[in-house]
């Protein structure tokens, strides 16, 4: 299907882009396009235009910040953000996540920016950003203002942006000492969207007890899901049995969906599953691969 007409701005600079959505009200940011126009092309979505971001260069790059953090720009391409060698230093639950999603060819289009503010809670990089604690810059033409994301997502593909206003960067904050991650989800096929995952990143302290645990959930609810059962982890030691507790909790604390690709039992049933073999595997890696800022 061809999408309903649409007016069509090209932006220049972010200043550029702010200006034209605070002109035009009923526009769309376009990023790479990967879920807007396709939407449109199914007239899931009728913006009465477009305000295509892809000529804004101050929206893309990755910097390691100061205290080693990340400031990845929303216009920064999936492809570039796997391939990045800080990402991978400072961020290898998103590194690890990310060739999970779609395919080569999409992951060359579609940005970081894109993926978070469309919301899908079956997406992975929503789940990677809850369990990185990542806080999400957001600008209008009147204010910039900062955004945690466990209050970004809303809910089924809505989020706390405003008319007006861009999604400009995402900050990674900088890893605990100990830490280890580990991103896992099942899918039919690998790059369609999972049925079920879960992202977990988990330090541990001098002693070797948890200091700090985790979990954000994909395709179990209306919207990405920050695990609230992993908060007895902390001061625990890592043993199977606690992780094995904790994936009940979690099993219990979810809502999936019933649809064509699985039913709610079975993704509750992935939701513990994947939790337990995560937090197993984070755990691991913090003991035998810390990370060292
Ligand atoms: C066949 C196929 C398979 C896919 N499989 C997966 C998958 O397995 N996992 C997955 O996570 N994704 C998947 N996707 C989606 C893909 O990852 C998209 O790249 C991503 O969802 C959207 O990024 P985009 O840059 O293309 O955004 P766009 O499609 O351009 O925009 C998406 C939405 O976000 C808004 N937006 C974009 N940028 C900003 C911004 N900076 N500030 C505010 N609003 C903004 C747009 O207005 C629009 O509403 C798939 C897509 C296709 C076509």
Same mark, same amino acid.
């Not at 999408?3 to 605070?22: V, Y």
């Not at 606690?242 to 939701?271: G, M, N, Q, T, W």
């Given at each position: 299907?061809?999408?309903?007409?649409?007016?069509?701005?090209?932006?220049?600079?972010?200043?550029?882009?702010?200006?034209?959505?605070?002109?035009?009200?009923?526009?769309?940011?376009? /990023?790479?396009?990967? &879920?807007?126009?396709?939407?449109?092309?199914?007239?899931?979505?009728?913006?009465?235009?477009?305000?295509?971001? !892809?000529?804004?260069?101050?929206?893309?790059?990755?910097?390691?910040? #100061?205290?080693?953090?990340?400031?990845?720009?929303?216009?920064?391409?999936?492809?570039?953000?796997?391939? =990045?060698?800080?990402?991978?230093?400072?961020?290898?639950?998103? #590194?690890?996540?990310?060739?999970?999603?779609?395919?080569?060819?999409?992951? !060359?289009?579609?940005?970081?920016?894109? =993926?978070?503010?469309?919301?899908?809670?079956?997406?992975?990089?929503?789940?990677?950003? @809850?369990?990185?604690?990542?806080?999400?810059?957001?600008? &209008?033409?009147?204010?910039?203002?900062?955004?945690?994301?466990?209050?970004?997502?809303?809910?089924?593909?809505?989020?706390?942006?405003?008319?007006?206003?861009?999604?400009?960067?995402?900050?990674?904050?900088?890893?605990?000492? *100990?830490?280890?991650? &580990?991103?896992?989800?099942?899918?039919?096929?690998?790059?369609?969207?999972? @049925?079920?995952?879960?992202?977990?990143?988990?330090?541990?302290? #001098?002693?070797?007890?948890?200091?700090?645990?985790?979990?954000?959930?994909?395709?179990?609810?209306?919207?990405?899901? @920050?695990? =609230? &059962?992993?908060?007895?982890?902390?001061?625990?030691?890592?043993?199977?049995?606690?992780?094995?507790?904790?994936?009940?909790?979690?099993?219990?604390?979810?809502?999936?969906?019933?649809?064509?690709? /699985?039913? /709610?039992?079975?993704?509750?049933?992935?939701?513990?599953?994947?939790?337990? *073999?995560?937090?197993?595997?984070? /755990?691991?890696?913090?003991?035998? !691969?810390?990370?060292?800022?």
């Amino acid at each position: 299907m061809k999408p309903a007409a649409f007016d069509f701005h090209r932006a220049a600079s972010l200043d550029d882009a702010l200006i034209l959505l605070a002109e035009h009200p009923h526009a769309k940011p376009l /990023a790479g396009g990967q &879920s807007l126009i396709p939407a449109m092309n199914f007239r899931l979505a009728r913006p009465e235009a477009l305000v295509d971001l !892809n000529a804004v260069r101050e929206l893309v790059g990755i910097r390691a910040t #100061a205290g080693g953090g990340l400031l990845i720009g929303a216009m920064t391409r999936h492809a570039t953000v796997e391939r =990045s060698a800080d990402v991978q230093r400072l961020a290898p639950l998103l #590194a690890e996540a990310m060739p999970h999603v779609a395919h080569p060819q999409i992951r !060359n289009r579609g940005t970081l920016g894109g =993926s978070l503010a469309h919301a899908d809670p079956s997406a992975e990089l929503p789940a990677v950003a @809850l369990a990185l604690n990542a806080t999400f810059v957001v600008r &209008s033409r009147a204010r910039e203002r900062r955004v945690d994301a466990v209050d970004f997502f809303t809910g089924l593909f809505v989020t706390a942006l405003d008319p007006g206003e861009l999604l400009i960067a995402v900050e990674i904050p900088p890893r605990a000492v *100990r830490s280890g991650h &580990s991103f896992l989800e099942v899918a039919r096929r690998h790059g369609d969207f999972a @049925l079920a995952g879960v992202a977990a990143e988990l330090s541990l302290d #001098a002693d070797g007890r948890i200091a700090s645990a985790r979990v954000g959930l994909l395709s179990v609810g209306d919207r990405p899901v @920050l695990a =609230s &059962s992993t908060a007895v982890l902390v001061g625990r030691e890592a043993t199977p049995a606690i992780f094995a507790s904790v994936a009940d909790a979690v099993r219990e604390e979810v809502d999936p969906p019933s649809d064509i690709h /699985a039913d /709610a039992r079975y993704r509750r049933h992935l939701a513990g599953v994947l939790t337990q *073999r995560a937090l197993a595997i984070a /755990a691991q890696r913090a003991l035998t !691969n810390p990370h060292t800022p």
